[in-house]
């Protein structure tokens, strides 16, 4: 690799200089600002197809040229990227097989980004040789740090080519008509297939209730995009491997499984805009550490802040200006959980279209004075003095599984619920209590090794893949604890339901068996007593819950929680079971958040889950540490508009950001980072 960025912490944002190609004046002004605000790198080329091929097959690389030697003249590295995610007008003109068609299969006219056609053989070798061009222009130039693909990879095409390369898939893995037709259980209404053409994508007016079908095409258009990108990665390293290379990811997108990336992508990269006080700012913080915390996961190792907005967006409900404070209190918050860059878009805001009022270092004024630019540059002088966290890493002990596949088949399942399952919003509940014990978390699918925690958490394990079922015997057997929750072990990996007991092939392990479940409208609750406690002693008394409420059977487990209204009251509704050397929880419903702070409060004091200190935050504060073999920073973080007093964090803390004494008492200002570090030699 050409670069592993763990020598310094990145600092710069998307640049369109073809956009002011007609004022060099601008480019001037623009090269000084980067200096000033301590931008160290800019990603560049992602829109700018129709500048560097205006003409089938007349290339103008002069202008990218002058714009990587002076940028490189300046101190400010390159991310240049493929251009495939807006395709010329010429390129849609002569080639229509290019656009996308819709569910519908009505055919795009041309327009937008990602209008286009993953499986088109035209496209893929248009976008094969402008990359080939790009590397050989550019790969050796000493600028040129990573290869930026493309531009938020996402959408899918229902064109004839794209039918064809779906059967081809199905075939492939079904091998023949019949399994398919006995996975999809298609023998419902009348479905069965006796040929392999009489096969298509689903539609709104045409087959969209068979959910075995439904799964697999979003399975498909996961799989098609990244052999797309993985063809976009052979034209760039055909001659020059050394270049790492990334794909921008997005928050908490549903289209793609981006852990199936992870082997192709060099490093992970994510867009980050969150809605900063749209609600309390510790929620929406929780919710944007969930996905820092995932994106480090996918790879088990630091990530880069690809995008990010230093004040509003303009495509969100409302642009709301971050408050003073939050941009550097956000941009350390990725930093906190993982991130070797903070970037943004945009670095100066366009004149026209539809993003000329969106966010960005640089505003229509031009001004270094605005109050933007003076935290941009604040920041960028702070991650400069940070530059020892990029060789650090983050070490979890605790795993918390949030699967794309499982997540697919559960919001398709038609129940027990239909509008809320609430998959994310049971597992973010799990990762809050434990964000805010001051544990790290990793994020783990079906497909990931998990013996080597200590926790593993697995809400709403509804579907049963890649043998996951086996690794999770396999772990408690070894001495490990799993929670496990409601819906769990119910179909295969093909959404077809298990017969026998559930969960499948994990009721000895549980200790429960499930034998059916309630679904609760909007406005009901119910209530779990506890009637017996753990050894920690915090789980106590009785907890509110809603949405879903299991029906379950005790084999072996020990009643630690009761229901205690409806035709079930008395009947179990939280469990313990001892397996093996290990243990597992069962959760038969979907808790208020107390009930998940007491719970994994006993269950890190009994199993001396380390912390990041063993301090206790005040509400709206959390902690995060990364170390490498010689120190540890410690991220103390104030999501709220008020100081807070932070209890003493012990003689051995230094401050970095602010001459402070952590061997005392202390306070936080509102919206503040503290970043202290320790040896550890």
């Given at each position: 690799?050409?670069?592993?960025?763990?020598?310094?912490?990145?600092?710069?944002?998307?640049?369109?200089?073809?956009?002011?190609?007609?004022?060099?004046?601008?480019?001037?002004?623009?090269?000084?600002?980067?200096?000033?605000?301590?931008?160290?790198?800019?990603?560049?080329?992602?829109?700018?197809?129709?500048?560097?091929?205006?003409?089938?097959?007349?290339?103008q690389?002069?202008?990218?040229?002058?714009?990587?030697?002076?940028?490189?003249?300046?101190?400010v590295?390159?991310?240049?990227?493929?251009?495939?995610?807006?395709?010329?007008?010429?390129?849609?003109?002569?080639?229509?097989?290019?656009?996308?068609?819709?569910?519908?299969?009505?055919?795009?006219?041309?327009?937008?980004?990602?209008?286009?056609?993953?499986?088109?053989?035209?496209?893929?070798?248009?976008?094969?040789?402008?990359?080939?061009?790009?590397?050989?222009?550019?790969a050796?130039?000493?600028?040129?740090?990573?290869?930026h693909?493309?531009?938020?990879?996402?959408?899918?095409?229902?064109?004839?080519?794209?039918?064809?390369?779906?059967?081809?898939?199905?075939?492939?893995?079904?091998?023949?008509?019949?399994?398919?037709?006995?996975?999809?259980?298609?023998?419902?209404?009348?479905?069965?297939?006796?040929?392999?053409?009489?096969?298509?994508?689903?539609?709104?007016?045409?087959?969209?209730?068979?959910?075995?079908?439904?799964?697999?095409?979003?399975?498909?258009?996961?799989?098609?995009?990244?052999?797309?990108?993985?063809?976009?990665?052979?034209?760039?390293?055909?001659?020059?491997?050394?270049?790492?290379?990334?794909?921008?990811?997005?928050?908490?997108?549903?289209?793609?499984?981006?852990?199936k990336?992870?082997?192709?992508?060099?490093i992970?990269?994510?867009?980050n805009?969150?809605?900063?006080?749209?609600?309390?700012?510790?929620?929406?913080?929780?919710?944007?550490?969930?996905?820092?915390?995932?994106?480090?996961?996918?790879?088990?190792?630091?990530?880069?802040?690809?995008?990010?907005?230093?004040?509003?967006?303009?495509?969100?409900?409302?642009?709301?200006?971050k408050?003073?404070?939050m941009?550097i209190?956000?941009?350390?918050?990725?930093?906190?959980?993982?991130?070797?860059?903070?970037?943004?878009?945009?670095?100066r805001?366009?004149?026209?279209?539809?993003?000329?009022?969106?966010?960005?270092?640089?505003?229509?004024?031009?001004?270094p004075?605005?109050?933007?630019?003076?935290?941009?540059?604040?920041?960028?002088?702070?991650?400069?003095?940070?530059?020892?966290?990029?060789?650090?890493?983050?070490?979890?002990?605790?795993?918390?599984?949030?699967?794309?596949?499982?997540?697919?088949?559960?919001?398709?399942?038609?129940?027990?619920?239909?509008?809320?399952?609430?998959?994310?919003?049971?597992?973010?509940?799990?990762?809050?209590?434990?964000?805010?014990?001051g544990?790290t978390?990793?994020?783990?699918?079906?497909?990931?090794?998990?013996?080597?925690?200590?926790?593993?958490?697995?809400?709403?394990?509804?579907?049963?893949?890649?043998?996951?079922?086996?690794?999770?015997?396999?772990?408690?057997?070894?001495?490990g604890?799993?929670?496990?929750?409601?819906?769990?072990?119910?179909?295969?990996?093909?959404?077809?339901?298990?017969?026998?007991?559930?969960?499948?092939?994990?009721?000895?392990?549980?200790?429960?068996?499930?034998?059916?479940?309630?679904?609760?409208?909007d406005?009901?609750?119910?209530?779990?007593?506890?009637?017996?406690?753990?050894?920690?002693?915090?789980?106590?008394?009785?907890?509110t819950?809603?949405?879903?409420?299991?029906?379950?059977?005790?084999?072996?487990?020990?009643?630690?929680?009761?229901?205690?209204?409806?035709?079930?009251?008395?009947?179990?509704?939280?469990?313990?079971?001892?397996?093996?050397?290990?243990?597992?929880?069962?959760?038969?419903?979907?808790?208020?958040?107390?009930?998940?702070?007491?719970?994994?409060?006993?269950?890190?004091?009994?199993?001396?889950?380390?912390?990041?200190?063993?301090?206790?935050m005040?509400?709206?504060v959390?902690?995060?540490?990364?170390?490498?073999?010689?120190?540890?920073?410690?991220?103390?973080?104030?999501f709220?508009?008020?100081?807070?007093?932070?209890?003493?964090?012990?003689?051995?803390?230094?401050?970095?950001?602010?001459?402070?004494?952590?061997?005392?008492?202390?306070?936080?200002?509102?919206?503040?980072?503290?970043?202290?570090k320790?040896?550890?030699?």
């Open positions: 690799m050409k670069t592993n960025f763990r020598d310094r912490l990145l600092h710069g944002a998307d640049y369109n200089p073809e956009q002011w190609l007609h004022d060099p004046e601008v480019f001037k002004q623009d090269l000084d600002l980067m200096q000033k605000s301590g931008s160290n790198v800019m990603s560049i080329g992602m829109f700018s197809w129709a500048m560097l091929e205006p003409e089938e097959g007349k290339f690389f002069e202008w990218m040229d002058e714009v990587i030697d002076r940028l490189y003249e300046h101190g590295s390159v991310f240049l990227s493929t251009p495939s995610g807006a395709r010329p007008a010429w390129l849609a003109q002569k080639y229509p097989e290019v656009l996308r068609v819709s569910a519908n299969r009505q055919r795009n006219l041309f327009g937008a980004r990602h209008n286009h056609c993953y499986t088109s053989p035209v496209y893929r070798q248009k976008i094969q040789e402008i990359n080939r061009r790009l590397a050989e222009r550019y050796k130039h000493p600028a040129v740090k990573l290869w693909l493309s531009n938020e990879y996402g959408g899918e095409c229902h064109c004839d080519l794209c039918q064809a390369a779906f059967r081809g898939w199905l075939q492939q893995k079904y091998g023949t008509i019949d399994h398919l037709n006995e996975q999809w259980w298609t023998t419902f209404w009348s479905h069965k297939y006796t040929d392999w053409s009489q096969i298509d994508s689903p539609a709104p007016h045409g087959e969209n209730a068979v959910h075995g079908m439904n799964l697999d095409w979003k399975r498909f258009v996961s799989d098609q995009t990244l052999d797309f990108m993985q063809h976009e990665i052979q034209a760039l390293k055909v001659s020059h491997p050394e270049i790492p290379v990334t794909t921008n990811f997005m928050y908490y997108f549903d289209g793609l499984n981006y852990f990336f992870k082997d192709s992508v060099d992970v990269s994510w867009d805009y969150p809605t900063w006080h749209k609600k309390d700012d510790i929620d929406i913080a929780i919710d944007t550490a969930m996905w820092h915390d995932m994106m480090r996961s996918i790879k088990r190792q630091p990530f880069l802040l690809m995008e990010s907005s230093p004040s509003s967006t303009n495509w969100q409900s409302v642009s709301k200006l408050k003073p404070g941009h209190l956000s941009s350390m918050q990725a930093v906190a959980h993982g991130s070797n860059s903070v970037q943004y878009f945009q670095w805001k366009s004149r026209g279209s539809s993003e000329k009022f969106h966010g960005a270092v640089v505003s229509h004024d031009g001004s004075n605005t109050r933007v630019f003076q935290e941009v540059s604040q920041l960028g002088s702070l991650l400069a003095e940070l530059s020892g966290v990029a060789s650090t890493e983050m070490d979890a002990e605790v795993a918390v599984v949030y699967d794309w596949e499982n997540k697919w088949a559960i919001e398709d399942s038609q129940g027990p619920r239909n509008i809320g399952m609430g998959y994310k919003e049971e597992v973010q509940a799990h990762y809050r209590a434990l964000l805010e014990q544990l978390v990793d994020f783990v699918d079906m497909e990931c090794d998990i013996d080597n925690y200590k926790l593993v958490v697995a809400p709403m394990l509804y579907m049963q893949r890649a043998g996951f079922e086996q690794k999770l015997r396999h772990f408690v057997e070894q001495g604890t799993l929670v496990m929750t409601y819906w769990s072990g119910i179909v295969n990996e093909n959404d077809l339901v298990h017969l026998g007991d559930a969960p499948h092939q994990l009721t000895d392990i549980a200790g429960v068996i499930s034998e059916e479940i309630d679904g609760l409208y406005h009901e609750h119910n209530s779990g007593r506890v009637t017996q406690q753990l050894e920690g002693q915090a789980l106590a008394g009785e907890y819950c809603s949405m879903l409420c299991d029906q379950i059977h005790l084999q072996g487990a020990e009643v630690l929680m009761t229901y205690t209204d409806d035709f079930y009251a008395g009947n179990p509704v939280v469990t313990r079971n001892q397996y093996g050397s290990g243990q597992t929880y069962y959760i038969g419903s979907h808790f208020e958040q107390k009930f998940y702070d007491d719970l994994y409060l006993d269950l890190m004091q009994q199993l001396t889950l380390k912390r990041a200190v063993d301090v206790d005040p509400e709206g959390y902690v995060t540490t990364r170390e490498n073999t010689e120190e540890q920073y410690l991220f103390v973080q104030n709220t508009s008020e100081a807070k007093s932070i209890p003493a964090l012990g003689a051995e803390w230094s401050a970095v950001t602010r001459d402070t004494d952590l061997n005392d008492e202390w306070t936080a200002a509102p919206f503040e980072v503290l970043v202290a320790r040896s550890l030699a």
